[in-house]
C-alpha cells in the first residue's frame, strides 16, 4: 500500500509504503520504550533503524574478511582440504 507522505510525517518527497513486520517480545518492549523516551512514532524510530543498518559498509564475504591471510601460512600441506587421507580423525 502507497501512502501519502504528508499524511505519514515523513519528510521525503516519495511516496510510503507500509510493512508489516513481526517482533519478538523484547524488541518489542525496547521498541516502545524507545518511542516513548525519544517521544517519536514507532514507523520513525523503525525507519531511522533501517536507514542506520543499510548505510553501514558491508562486512563483505568471509573470503573478503580473510583475504589478506590467504597464503600467510608457510609449510603447510598444499593438500590439506582435499585429500581425504588428512581429515582422519578430524573433529574427534
Known amino acids: 500500500m502507497v501512502r501519502s507522505d504528508r499524511q505519514h510525517g515523513n519528510t521525503e518527497d516519495s511516496p510510503v509504503r507500509t510493512v508489516t513486520i513481526k517482533l519478538p517480545d523484547s524488541?518489542?518492549?525496547?521498541?516502545?520504550?524507545?518511542?516513548a523516551r525519544r517521544r517519536a512514532t514507532q514507523s520513525e524510530v523503525i525507519r531511522e533503524a533501517l536507514e542506520a543498518h543499510l548505510a553501514a559498509p558491508s562486512p563483505g564475504s568471509y573470503l573478503e574478511l580473510v583475504g589478506d591471510l590467504a597464503g600467510s601460512l608457510r609449510g603447510g600441506a598444499a593438500d590439506l582440504s582435499s585429500n581425504k587421507r588428512r581429515l582422519s580423525g578430524f573433529g574427534r
Open 27 to 35: 524488541l518489542a518492549l525496547r521498541l516502545k520504550q524507545t518511542v
